[in-house]
């Protein structure tokens, strides 16, 4: 068993495409299930269910430990709990720790974002841009911005932001979104 999870989304699913590829070289067969109604039954039939020709499953679950606390979930969870050795995947589109103090360490994978991300958050310069764009792609960077922009309640900044976010969908962009964001600390230092 594996758990992914952690805010860095681009990397924890890169982890979990390379799973699946692990999986089916070794001649798994994919079973992919949602965490959101996943029952305790749907679990155990897919981890326990050998295929005609003996292939065994590779079972991935998406969304487990993020959604809302049920029955169903508390089973399944505890079911992960005593198969520690099962051919399960999950991955959680965020940071779930609080919920895997029960598992073993080395079954977990935590994919944080990178730490210049937030310096960049912090001191939007063209130095800490460019740091963060070394590590990490122009979108998330992007995403980030907006969000800080967005709890901090800065108007003008979600303005540019959203005008930004208009013309790279439209097209109307004649540059790429690192150079737009470099255009953007430079215009706002100004």
Do not use: C
């Not at 989304?9 to 390379?18: C, E, F």
């Not at 269910?49 to 969870?77: C, M």
């Not at 122009?138 to 969000?147: N, W």
């Amino acid at each position: 068993m594996l758990i992914l999870h952690g805010d860095h989304q681009t990397a924890s699913r890169n982890q979990l495409l390379a799973s699946k590829r692990a999986a089916t070289d070794t001649d798994r067969h994919i079973i992919d299930l949602s965490g959101q109604d996943l029952t305790l039954d749907q679990l155990s039939q897919a981890v326990d269910t050998v295929t005609l020709f003996g292939q065994t499953n590779g079972v991935f679950v998406e969304s487990l430990f993020s959604t809302r606390p049920s029955t169903a979930k508390k089973a399944v969870i505890d079911y992960l709990k005593s198969h520690t050795s099962a051919n399960v995947v999950v991955w959680e589109p965020k940071d779930v720790s609080a919920q895997l103090k029960d598992f073993p360490e080395p079954l977990i994978r935590r994919f944080d974002l990178p730490r210049h991300i937030f310096k960049f958050l912090d001191h939007p310069t063209l130095t800490t841009l460019h740091l963060a764009l070394t590590t990490t792609l122009p979108e998330i960077v992007f995403a980030s911005l907006v969000t800080r922009a967005h709890k901090q309640a800065h108007t003008k900044w979600l303005k540019e932001l959203l005008a930004i976010d208009y013309k790279i969908k439209t097209g109307a962009l004649p540059y790429g979104l690192a150079t737009a964001l470099e255009l953007w600390v430079a215009n706002d230092l100004i």
